[in-house]
């Protein structure tokens, strides 16, 4: 497998991990009532919906790995533009979930644009409201594991490369064309002529599976789209 590869799927296994592990804490702290049939059924959608968004923010370090001058083991340029684009979804979705958290326990229910803008036409009528002890421990939570997660990444790069890989091109070419459609497919998230929606965790009729199946990225876009 060629170390660019084997480098981005580790990095999408490290966030899907790590979105996995909120989720379950979710489930655990919003366990749905009464319980769906089944939880398994109701991890995967979540995992559908997280992997969507890892392969969205994946999408670009992929296609960038292509060209030689942004190989992500051969050019300084490439290592930093993965590491970067990386960092900036660690932190993005590290920063997502403290807000995430705050609204669950306030509302039962994902963050989503309506919490933003509450906190804006909020900070708008108090100039202290963004620095009150919550938002600010959230905000420096945040960016320690960030930070953590930039330390890893480039760990992981590391450990792969020093690695010896082949360089055989078709195979090369095979594992670059495999990745490129897992991406792709988990974008559109299912399998026929009906994409992964929204709508697809309400069929539980529960709310609070609802909220479990869902990640805060998917409660974003919607409430941008509508």
Not at 139 to 154: E, F, P, T
Request: with cysteine.
């Amino acid at each position: 497998m060629p170390k660019s590869i084997a480098w981005i799927l580790a990095t999408m296994l490290v966030m899907l991990l790590l979105m996995m592990a909120y989720r379950l804490f979710v489930l655990a702290l919003f366990a749905p009532e009464p319980a769906p049939a089944s939880v398994g059924q109701l991890l995967w959608l979540g995992f559908k919906f997280d992997l969507r968004y890892v392969s969205l923010f994946t999408l670009p370090v992929l296609l960038a790995s292509f060209s030689g001058a942004l190989h992500l083991f051969k050019s300084s340029a490439g290592k930093k533009f993965g590491i970067i684009v990386f960092t900036i979804f660690s932190s993005l979705l590290l920063l997502l979930y403290g807000f995430d958290v705050a609204n669950l326990i306030a509302y039962n229910q994902h963050a989503s644009g309506s919490t933003f803008h509450e906190l804006i036409r909020q900070q708008a009528a108090d100039k202290k409201l963004m620095t009150d002890a919550p938002w600010v421990i959230i905000i420096l939570l945040a960016g320690v594991g960030a930070w953590l997660l930039y330390l890893l990444h480039r760990l992981l790069h590391h450990a792969i490369g020093v690695k010896k890989s082949s360089d055989n091109k078709t195979m090369r070419m095979f594992w670059q064309g495999l990745t490129l459609l897992i991406c792709v497919a988990a974008l559109y998230g299912n399998i026929g002529t009906k994409p992964l929606a929204y709508n697809d965790a309400k069929q539980w009729k529960n709310e609070q599976a609802a909220t479990v199946a869902l990640n805060v990225f998917e409660c974003m876009a919607h409430s941008i789209r509508y």
